[in-house]
């Protein structure tokens, strides 16, 4: 399985992106699916994520701003991003908790994309 995320880049203070991130291989099911950033010097954090059902969990620094959906058909899931910050710069990282059937058995594995650079001017 692999995770190719997109949709990074630099904007302005207010701004707005999309990331995208599409999951290819063999995939039973994706849940959750989500997004984590990492900023120089910090831990990684969780941004939000979405469950197959379409339950959604942000941080409370996303709340309100971003909006994470997700296309079951095309195993992608989305990160819009609104009322950009200067605190938003990070590298984003999208996230899978990917089940896969091996012969009579689910296996589960949770796998991470590259990441993508978003960078916010003030």
């Known amino acids: 399985v692999q995770l190719q995320a997109s949709g990074g880049g630099l904007v302005q203070a207010g701004g707005s992106l999309r990331l995208s991130c599409a999951a290819s291989?063999?995939?039973?099911?994706?849940?959750?699916f989500g997004w984590y950033r990492q900023a120089p010097g910090k831990q990684r954090e969780l941004v939000a994520t979405?469950?197959?059902?379409?339950?959604?969990n942000y941080a409370d620094s996303a709340k309100d701003r971003f909006t994470i959906s997700r296309d079951n058909a095309k195993n992608t899931v989305y990160l819009q991003m609104n009322s950009l910050k200067p605190e938003d710069t990070a590298v984003y990282y999208c996230?899978?908790?990917?089940?896969?059937?091996?012969?009579?058995?689910?296996?589960?594995?949770?796998?991470w994309g590259q990441g993508t650079q978003v960078t916010v001017s003030s």
């Open positions: 979405i469950t197959s059902g379409g339950s959604k």
């Open positions: 996230n899978a908790d990917v089940s896969t059937i091996v012969g009579p058995s689910v296996r589960s594995r949770v796998y």
């Open positions: 291989g063999s995939t039973f099911s994706i849940n959750p």
